[in-house]
């Protein structure tokens, strides 16, 4: 539960709330919308939301990519792009080994991340995170028996800016970011500009973003995610000690014989919300019961401990987990000769 509740903060653990238990504002893993319209975009502004962004949210898959052609303005910001199986997962995993509970499930998060927002950038960048009018979702005919997606029909996408309107997956809408053409606007930020359909583990869609010369991309998030699953399983074994090492593309499809159909079953289910199915089936397997995700619940232990104490909180745990993540990501990206996330201090 400890690594479960970790894993979930991560998206909720913001300055506002650090500043409210008077915690180390470095320590923030996400940013409210409120906080990003007040956002500046400078050089400093920018680092300061690429550190949190690419450090817990949109792992750079590859820092030191190559594209012809290019400026350096230009592939500092490519060289940032999300995917999974790059070197700074493999780091991201390592650095929780011998670590706190917290720390595993900030480990977890990041690594599920690389593939739900593979293909996005956590810096704002209008020519990476936009999206065009050619998108459009994967889907197979009754009378399809063909398992390749070049041969499913397809069904356009479109997208809209109205917060109180839900996504519906059965018309095609999905609320989105507004578009904005200044190439650091905040509403370039991630997969804003897509909404949030790249989360939902059911979809399949293709789309031509400019990173890629307006080729196709296909993403098959219910493929993808049974990988993340598989991987986090490998993961969460080589932190407990059960096997030496974590490599990655390795996905430990043994330990859910059995379970393949029930895990496939909630990832390809057309809802917007899963966490019920996740959780039904995480207390079959545990035999005990699942509770409900209260944000708060560590906040007032972390208040009331002494300074000296803190770190020894399960909020201190995860503040020191945090920027420790944050620290050798930032400064890997510095090492590349990248200064979009700007320098870290090496966490102790």
Same mark, same amino acid.
């Given at each position: ?25 470095? /320590? ?14 400078? @050089? ?13 949210? *949109? ?5 030191? /990519? ?135 583990? *059911? ?46 593309? @390795? ?17 390809? =289910? ?10 039904? *089936? ?7 019961? @699942? ?5 708060? =619940?560590? =906040?007032?232990?972390? @208040? ?43 966490? =102790?």
């Amino acid at each position: 539960m400890d690594i479960c509740y970790s894993a979930q903060f991560v998206d909720l653990c913001s300055r506002t709330f650090l500043k409210e238990i008077k915690a180390p504002a470095d /320590a923030a893993t996400t940013q409210l919308q409120l906080e990003l319209m007040d956002a500046r975009t400078d @050089i400093i502004g920018l680092q300061d939301i690429t550190r949190i962004w690419s450090s817990f949210h *949109f792992l750079p898959r590859d820092l030191y /990519a190559v594209k012809p052609k290019r400026t350096k303005r230009y592939m500092n910001k490519f060289r940032l792009i999300c995917g999974p199986n790059g070197a700074l997962v493999k780091s991201t995993v390592e650095l929780a080994k011998n670590s706190s509970l917290p720390s595993a499930g900030i480990a977890m998060h990041v690594l599920a991340d690389t593939w739900a927002h593979s293909h996005f950038a956590g810096t704002p960048s209008l020519v990476i995170n936009n999206t065009t009018d050619d998108f459009s979702e994967l889907y197979k005919m009754e009378d399809n028996e063909s398992d390749s997606l070049a041969e499913w029909s397809e069904k356009p996408l479109k997208f809209r800016h109205n917060l109180s309107a839900p996504d519906d997956p059965e018309k095609g809408l999905y609320t989105n970011s507004l578009y904005h053409r200044t190439e650091n606007s905040v509403m370039n930020l991630g997969h804003g500009r897509a909404g949030h359909l790249p989360d939902y583990s *059911f979809i399949r869609y293709r789309y031509l973003p400019a990173w890629n010369d307006y080729a196709v991309i296909v993403k098959d998030n219910p493929s993808d995610y049974f990988n993340a699953f598989c991987q986090m399983v490998h993961a969460m074994k080589y932190l407990r000690g059960s096997v030496e090492e974590f490599e990655t593309d @390795i996905y430990d499809r043994d330990a859910i014989a059995g379970y393949e159909d029930r895990i496939r079953g909630i990832i390809e =289910k057309r809802q917007l919300l899963a966490s019920a199915d996740w959780k039904a *089936f995480g207390e079959e397997l545990s035999g005990s019961e @699942i509770e409900d995700f209260d944000m708060n =619940k560590h =906040k007032e232990d972390y @208040i009331r401990t002494p300074r000296e104490a803190k770190e020894e909180t399960w909020m201190g745990r995860f503040i020191k987990g945090a920027m420790a993540q944050k620290s050798m990501v930032c400064n890997s990206i510095y090492k590349s000769g990248n200064i979009l996330a700007g320098f870290v201090a090496k966490q =102790k």
